[in-house]
């Protein structure tokens, strides 16, 4: 079975270049997590999707950041502009049903800002 | 606001032994409360959860307790394996809102 998939792997680019970050959730899942991972502060919740509809966006740093979910099969997670603070260990994750299911993580996209 | 705090930071167990990873909680509305895994390179995968209604939890070697009074749970891990070495963390959240409040991590090396 396919899991979440994350793309890209890794992502290095300038100070205040536009960076998207995009997610496939598992087939069936109707909840979809954004979170960023760095050592200073762990794994943040920054959004979450019930059935493409942002329930919690309370995580979302600022303004420069932005995320959508088109259809039950693809979201992304956008920076413009990124800042070198922004560099962390973004991941997804998708859970099915209701109540309190696995959340299923992709491997992340590693991101760094110059 | 710090709502989950997990210790040891780190933790170095001899193959064989135990490891002990401890959370604790301040809000009291949370009612479900997993542990997840995660090697180098990876995401966190799932390893065990339990909600407050019962007192401990066994999975093979496994295991949660948790002190609703107190509000702590913790992780033993009952003979330690090198590959059991990764970042473990604590998690809670409230039924319905599904978001998942982490702790801090703790990065377990069991040595061979």
């Known amino acids: 079975d396919a899991g979440v998939i994350q793309s890209p792997r890794h992502e290095v680019t300038e100070m205040g270049q536009e960076v998207t970050l995009r997610c496939k959730p598992i087939?069936?899942?109707?909840?979809l997590f954004w979170y960023r991972q760095t050592m200073m502060r762990g794994l943040e919740l920054l959004i979450y999707f019930n059935n493409n509809v942002p329930i919690d966006d309370s995580g979302m740093p600022e303004d420069r950041f932005s995320a959508k979910m088109p259809n039950a099969s693809f979201s992304t997670l956008k920076i413009q502009p990124s800042e070198p603070r922004d560099s962390a260990v973004y991941f997804c994750?998708?859970?099915?049903?209701?109540?309190?299911?696995?959340?299923?993580f992709g491997d992340g996209t590693r991101l760094s800002i110059l | 606001q710090q709502q989950v705090k997990q210790s040891p930071q780190s933790l170095i167990v001899q193959k064989g032994g135990i490891s002990i990873i401890n959370c604790a909680y301040e809000n009291t509305a949370f009612d479900y409360f997993p542990w997840y895994q995660q090697f180098p390179g990876k995401g966190p995968a799932l390893l065990i959860a339990?909600?407050?209604?019962?007192s401990e939890k066994k999975e093979g070697r496994f295991t949660i307790s948790f002190n609703k009074s107190a509000k702590q749970f913790s992780l033993h891990i009952m003979d330690s394996q090198p590959g059991d070495s990764a970042t473990y963390f604590c998690?809670?959240?409230?039924?319905?809102?599904?978001?998942?409040?982490f702790g801090s991590g703790t990065r377990l090396q069991v040595q061979p």
């Open positions: 994750a998708s859970s099915q049903g209701q109540g309190n299911q696995p959340q299923h």
């Open positions: 087939s069936g899942h109707n909840s």
């Open positions: 998690a809670a959240s409230i039924t319905g809102r599904r978001a998942l409040t």
């Open positions: 339990i909600r407050p209604d019962v």
